[in-house]
């Protein structure tokens, strides 16, 4: 009875946060499921017509697109960058003033406003902006170009997110190698093992759990770029970042419903199926 106790009274403390979770936003995404295969008035079951809709639409192979090769370039990057900064912090620790003010500048974006930092990227990369005037005065040419509405939009919108996201991470990364007991680099080194093997034996192994939770928070970050990404451009920037949110936000505006939340439930099964599988097949203990 009292090993019954102890196992439910963790769940007796996740009750109220699971309850709010069920009430907004477990039971709207169900009734956007069942909305997204009826008609506009919700009346008439469609099938997948919608679905269908979506799936031929331009603008949302475009943004899906886009948001794919976002996530596919930047996550990587991101929790290697991450991840090399937080190592060499972690290494160089005897310098404690100048890492000081290293982990103050990486960890400063993360504090800044957003409409303020866009301002700052404005400044930066406009026809008349300081990036052109500095690259007309190391080249001898003249520079007008609009980097947020050219073909560089793409890797203005990856350093901007970078530039935002790289102190999160790292201070992620930083508590992740904190918890390595110093023992085990003690016993290695007494053993003839290098920096090297180090990394690969005992760093990278122990930091699976942190590579995890840093990938997941890096994921749902990578959304709330569109932010920046409207701010720098607007709702119709350049297409290589026009994203899903930008769709999104075009058939509210809208009120195209049907292709709303047909796209959320798309959306949500590209994301929920590896997991499941993972789930399925590797995440099961022989």
Not at 14 to 38: E, H, I, K, N, W
């Amino acid at each position: 009875m009292a090993k019954l106790k102890q196992e439910a009274l963790p769940w007796l403390f996740l009750v109220p946060s699971l309850a709010g979770t069920a009430v907004f936003m477990g039971f709207p995404f169900l009734d956007a499921v069942r909305r997204s295969f009826q008609d506009a008035m919700g009346v008439r079951f469609t099938g997948l017509k919608n679905y269908r809709a979506v799936w031929n639409n331009e603008a949302f192979r475009l943004a899906a697109g886009n948001t794919a090769r976002f996530l596919a370039l930047c996550i990587p990057l991101l929790m290697a960058v991450s991840l090399g900064l937080a190592l060499v912090i972690t290494w160089r620790r005897k310098g404690a003033g100048n890492l000081r003010l290293v982990r103050t500048t990486l960890v400063l974006p993360m504090v800044v406003p957003a409409a303020a930092m866009v301002l700052i990227w404005r400044i930066l990369l406009c026809p008349d902006g300081i990036l052109n005037q500095a690259l007309t005065v190391v080249t001898g040419r003249l520079w007008e170009t609009d980097w947020a509405f050219s073909g560089h939009a793409f890797s203005v919108l990856i350093a901007t997110y970078l530039w935002k996201h790289t102190g999160y991470d790292m201070i992620l990364w930083l508590a992740g190698l904190s918890g390595i007991p110093e023992e085990l680099y003690e016993a290695a080194r007494i053993d003839g093992a290098g920096l090297w093997q180090e990394l690969i034996y005992i760093t990278f192994p122990q930091l699976g759990g942190t590579a995890g939770l840093v990938g997941i928070l890096s994921v749902v970050n990578s959304f709330r770029v569109y932010r920046e990404a409207y701010l720098l451009a607007g709702s119709y920037p350049d297409s290589s970042i026009y994203l899903i949110p930008h769709l999104f936000a075009h058939w509210f505006l809208n009120l195209d419903i049907q292709k709303m939340t047909a796209a959320a439930v798309m959306m949500t099964a590209v994301f929920l199926l590896p997991v499941a599988a993972w789930k399925v097949t590797g995440g099961r203990r022989p």
